[in-house]
């Protein structure tokens, strides 16, 4: 099945840095990428959709300028969190798919933050 | 408002049956699908299903009914591998993605 990969895998960062996280799709063209947000026990929550040369948009009630969102190429799209607080520690996972309508669904691994 | 509902723990005997049940109520539908999460991973993709009726892949088969607004994974010859949650997922007419919280599956030996 199609690959999707996010890196880091995990980073602890301090309060008031950035972090940038990856999403790359390694063997398809990801005209769309979803990014997620898990807290644990908690089902995935859908931060913000991207599509690619586009503007993502986002959920409601999640900050388009702490979380940037950049899907500069058919297989890459990045999330920043801005300036991040302990309660952004989260499990941020992205979902890749060749469109809105496709029949499957490829997550990444997921990239672990903690900010201390 | 948008609604999935799935049990939330579920427990089975190793190499028995399982059948975990999904209700839906969206605004419009464009396929449901279903994924395997394993403790502090991503979720893996299981099914799909646009179409009542059964779809069989190995051990698992997932059931539609659109009428009904219901799904089910089915779950044969259950391994210990096979803990995990189990999410529901439906996408509506805006073909965005309504998750369900998930059921969290627990085999016993």
């Known amino acids: 099945g199609a690959v999707v990969s996010q890196h880091p895998s995990w980073v602890i960062c301090k309060s008031g840095t950035s972090v940038k996280i990856e999403c790359r799709s390694l063997d398809f063209q990801a005209t769309t990428m979803f990014w997620y947000r898990q807290f644990p026990k908690q089902s995935l929550m859908l931060m913000a959709t991207s599509n690619e040369g586009s503007k993502a948009t986002y959920e409601q009630g999640v900050e388009k300028d702490k979380f940037l969102i950049n899907h500069a190429s058919l297989t890459l799209s990045t999330l920043t969190v801005t300036s991040a607080h302990p309660e952004d520690s989260s499990f941020y996972i992205c979902s890749a798919s060749e469109g809105l309508d496709s029949t499957n669904g490829f997550f990444g691994p997921g990239t672990r933050l903690t900010v201390t | 408002g948008q609604n999935i509902d799935q049990p939330t723990e579920m427990t089975a005997t190793e190499g028995a049956i399982v059948q975990i049940n999904c209700t839906y109520q969206?605004?419009?539908?464009?396929?449901l699908f279903w994924y395997q999460q394993h403790a502090g991973e991503a979720p893996t993709f299981l099914s799909y299903n646009v179409l009542d009726g059964l779809e069989e892949k190995g051990r698992f088969s997932s059931f539609l009914s659109r009428s009904k607004g219901y799904s089910y994974l089915l779950l044969k010859e259950l391994q210990m591998k096979d803990s995990a949650s189990y999410l529901c997922?439906?996408?509506?007419?805006?073909?965005?993605?309504?998750w369900g919280a998930g059921t969290k599956l627990i085999i016993k030996p």
């Open positions: 969206t605004s419009g539908f464009n396929g």
């Open positions: 997922a439906v996408r509506d007419s805006n073909y965005q993605l309504i």
